[in-house]
């Protein structure tokens, strides 16, 4: 028979130990669902001044069209869920590209924020290129005055939710219980 202190110590052990899995688990299925909600931008776009944008990017080697709104997203967009501010700055002539597009964290007042880049097999070699979420975009946004319609499929994004599974984060975006270990969470993802 257990002393009772023994049997305490027992229990609390294994209350630690199903703190710790729970807390490690949390942090696992967040970082798998932050991963999820990146693959896509998809929405419906509105915007209080009339904007145009008629523009596709397949998977950043080619691109054709214009892009100029600042609005919102009803949707989904840069990880972002419900109604999202969201920018398009785009021109494309099939083998080069400028793009800026946004949602959520960027500077209204700034023209020029996110900071814009290249894409096309000319703006690739010419760059700066595609960075972060925005590689292997492959883009169609529509924008008429003050409604539209954006469909984004990131294919890094998406590999990186596959591989994120296995717990390896293609992307460097798993921010969930990284402050715990000494990491620099929220801020390595603004920070990119
Ligand atoms: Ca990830």
């Known amino acids: 028979m257990l002393s009772i202190e023994r049997r305490v110590g027992r229990f609390t052990q294994l209350g ?23 693959m896509f931008d998809v929405g419906v776009t509105v915007s209080s001044k009339p904007g145009f944008s008629f523009y596709a990017d397949f998977l950043d080697i080619a691109a054709l069209g214009y892009a100029h709104v600042d609005g919102h997203i009803i ?14 700055r785009a021109a494309g002539l099939l083998l080069w590209g400028k793009e800026e597009f946004a949602f959520g964290e960027f500077d209204p007042q700034d023209p020029e924020n996110p900071a814009s880049w290249r894409v096309g097999i000319i703006g690739l070699i010419g760059g700066p290129g595609p960075y972060g979420e925005h590689i292997l975009n492959n ?47 929220p801020e390595s993802e603004t920070a990119k």
């Open 16 to 38: 630690l130990l199903g703190m710790v899995l729970l807390l490690t688990g949390c942090g696992y299925f967040q970082n798998r669902l932050g991963d999820a909600r990146r």
């Open 75 to 88: 949707g989904l967009g840069g990880g972002h869920a419900g109604y999202i501010p969201m920018r398009q």
């Open 139 to 185: 883009l169609k946004v529509l924008h008429l005055g003050w409604i539209g319609l954006e469909i984004n499929g990131k294919f890094a994004e998406i590999a990186d939710f596959i591989l994120g599974w296995t717990t390896y984060d293609l992307m460097g975006d798993d921010t969930a219980g990284k402050a715990a270990k000494g990491g620099t969470g």
